[in-house]
């Protein structure tokens, strides 16, 4: 059963408080790797959803791209670099994936599982090796061996998940676009139900069956007896109102399913209504729904209406942490469309403070917000 995020649920927002974690600072968009853009994040899991303890500390894949000067550029050289988190701070691993895996150009978002010592790692392959600068995005996914330093060894050769059926789900094959306005099937993110342990790739897509310019949708797909993963319908659907709901996951708590997904005001229908920049939301008894927008509007949490555009791409794990990167800060009423100089200088490119959240059946609140200096205690305790 497929659930509508709809108009009604984005009107319910007026008048009502935003759930804001804070406004950023000069310490919060401090880079953790001055030469490098950093931006969608996730942390390596246990099957549970929980934050897999590594040599002291815990795993985060980032992405990450050189600073050309100009923000909107990191799309097309992202690679995801691996980070780990212990008690002396952030230590760079260096570029997850060794060359020559496969036929993409790029790596986009993703997640990461561990199994005994094996790491599976879902991401998207962006565009081709061949044709450099493209938006074709695949569903694709690649195991290593993790050792003791952190390090994964092994690689195998990355393969497709899952292919678009065209039918259901649109294939993301453009070579052209632009960010904000090409279509999706990507930002795979494994759950493997705790009820009778089925395995998912929740994920960001479009619906094919829609003409609508703002057709976004939260995929699955359920891996069967063969080991090969089957395309199920969409879990939510936001057909006239939103274009993407990006980096799409489900989590598992006390005995509910809570589907998460981030997306921007400017992908919004500018018909109206429209939410805010932010981390979105809804749950239901079975995967099979109905889905029901938590917060009766779906929104968890949310940039502040004096910067909009602050933080973005949460990821939440079991542990109720969600992490997020530190986008354009201290705009100040600016845009960074005005100029080149006002991206560029407003572009934090490192992750941001880490949010608890709280879960009590179809409410959600913020619990806590934690500064940079104390994400390692954080992650430890989760």
């Known amino acids: 059963m497929t659930t509508a995020w709809t108009a009604a649920h984005i009107a319910a927002l007026e008048g009502q408080p935003l759930p804001v974690p804070g406004l950023i600072g000069e310490d919060d968009a401090r880079r953790i790797l001055p030469d490098l853009l950093l931006w969608d994040m ?27 000067g100009d923000p909107i550029l990191r799309h097309f050289e992202a690679k995801i670099r691996l980070l780990h988190l212990d008690a002396d701070g952030w230590h760079d691993l260096g570029d997850m994936l060794p060359q020559g895996l496969g036929d993409f150009e790029r790596e986009w978002s993703g997640s990461a599982l561990l199994e005994g010592d094996q790491v599976t790692l879902f991401f998207t392959a962006a565009g081709y090796a061949d044709r450099p600068g493209g938006f074709q995005q695949r569903l694709a996914e690649t195991s290593g061996t993790l050792q003791p330093d952190g390090r ?8 497709e998940s899952v292919v678009a059926d065209g039918a259901v789900y649109l294939a993301a094959d453009k070579h052209e676009g632009a960010p904000g306005t090409v279509k999706a099937f990507r930002d795979p993110a494994f759950f493997i139900d705790p009820k009778d342990g089925a395995r998912y790739l929740v994920f960001t897509g479009t619906l094919a069956a829609s003409d609508h310019a703002f057709n976004g949708a939260v995929g699955l797909a359920r891996k069967d007896e063969t080991g ?50 932010g981390f979105y939301g809804m749950v239901a008894d079975s995967l099979n729904g109905p889905w029901r927008p938590l917060n009766g509007t779906g929104l968890v949490i949310a940039n502040p209406d004096e910067e909009p555009m602050q933080t973005y791409s949460w990821f939440a794990t079991s542990d109720l942490l969600v992490c997020s990167f530190v986008d354009h800060w201290g705009l100040k009423g600016r845009k960074p469309s005005d100029s080149a100089l006002v991206a560029a200088e407003t572009f934090g490119g490192t992750p941001a403070p880490m949010v608890r959240i709280a879960l009590d059946k179809d409410r959600s609140s913020i619990v806590e917000v934690f500064a940079m200096d104390r994400l390692h205690a954080v992650c430890d305790a989760g």
């Not at 996730?42 to 050309?68: C, F, I, T």
């Not at 994964?152 to 393969?159: C, F, G, L, P």
């Open 42 to 68: 996730w942390p390596l899991q246990r099957a549970d959803g929980r934050l897999a303890e590594v040599n002291g500390g815990s795993l985060w894949m980032v992405l990450g791209a050189l600073d050309r």
């Open 228 to 277: 090969a993963w089957q395309l199920m319908p969409p879990i939510v659907h936001a057909d006239t109102l939103n274009n993407e709901l990006e980096r799409a996951q489900i989590i598992a708590h006390q005995g509910l399913y809570y589907a998460f997904w981030s997306t921007q005001r400017s992908v919004f229908n500018p018909g109206g209504p429209t939410g805010p920049t």
């Open 152 to 159: 994964i060894t092994d690689w195998s050769a990355v393969r």
